[in-house]
């Protein structure tokens, strides 16, 4: 015979347990990742992007509130990454557009520098 409990004797020896008793699941409590997930939103969004991450799927395997909060938080974290992008790629292409690079007078010569070595 097998010595081991199975989920239904350690149910009946602990009847506070959620096994026993789901009702005992606090539904109430947020989860614990959501508030640091949001916090990290502003410090350094990728530490958002994963916390949120955890918190949904903690939250979609044990019932607890705080599933917007962390679909917002993960959502957000990628619109930043995504801001940050056009940005920076705006940003190139008028650096290469104005031709500013070109467009700097040598303070010695006062000749432009046109980007080739003479």
């Known amino acids: 015979m097998n010595d081991t409990p199975?989920?239904?004797?350690?149910?009946?020896?602990?009847?506070?347990?959620r096994l026993a008793?789901?009702?005992?699941?606090d539904e109430r409590r947020f989860n614990k990742h959501i508030l640091n997930a949001l916090?990290?939103?502003?410090?350094?969004?990728?530490?958002?992007i994963v916390l949120g991450h955890i918190a949904y799927s903690?939250?979609?395997?044990i019932p607890q509130r705080g599933k917007r909060?962390?679909?917002?938080a993960v959502t957000l974290g990628y619109?930043?990454?995504?801001?940050?992008?056009?940005?920076?790629?705006v940003m190139i292409v008028t650096a290469i557009n104005t031709g500013s690079v070109d467009s700097v007078p040598d303070q010695n010569t006062g000749y432009r520098f046109d980007g080739y070595d003479s």
């Open 39 to 48: 916090v990290f939103l502003v410090i350094c969004p990728v530490v958002s």
């Open 79 to 89: 619109i930043y990454y995504a801001v940050v992008a056009v940005f920076i790629t």
């Open 21 to 25: 008793n789901p009702a005992l699941v």
């Open 58 to 61: 903690q939250i979609t395997r």
């Open 6 to 17: 199975n989920l239904a004797t350690q149910a009946a020896a602990n009847p506070r347990s």
């Open 69 to 72: 909060l962390a679909i917002t």
